[in-house]
């Protein structure tokens, strides 16, 4: 989309495609990518680094389909990733609180 618009819409696209195809696509969010912290393994470098792949959103849906599968593993249940949006959205929001200015007093 950027070549139509000047514009990144990583997230935009990615609700477009979750809207369409609810289970293959997470949503995209920068807030959320923040909170993914895991390290990519070298399989999933390979498809990050893949020609005319989006890195951005490829990173981010590596991390988060490797972060969903090791809680899927210990909690033995499957988690859809619209489910797994919702954890993520959470998550960001609980950090924004944590680390938003305090006002007043």
């Known amino acids: 989309m950027k070549d139509i618009t000047g514009l990144e819409k990583r997230s935009l696209a990615s609700k477009y495609l979750h809207f ?3 289970k293959l696509f997470f949503i ?3 807030r959320v990518a923040g909170v993914l912290k895991r390290k990519l ?5 390979a498809i990050v ?6 890195q951005v959103y490829a990173s981010f849906f590596c991390k988060a389909l490797d972060e969903r599968n090791s809680i899927e593993g210990r909690v033995k ?5 619209r489910a797994f949006d ?8 609980e ?11």
Do not use: M, W
């Open 77 to 81: 249940k499957t988690i859809s990733p």
């Open 20 to 22: 369409h195809f609810p």
């Open 41 to 45: 393994g070298e399989s999933y470098q």
């Open 95 to 105: 950090r924004l609180k944590h680390t938003a200015p305090r006002r007043g007093g």
């Open 49 to 54: 680094n893949s020609p005319g792949v989006d």
């Open 86 to 93: 919702c954890i993520l959205i959470h998550l960001a929001n």
């Open 28 to 30: 995209y969010d920068s």
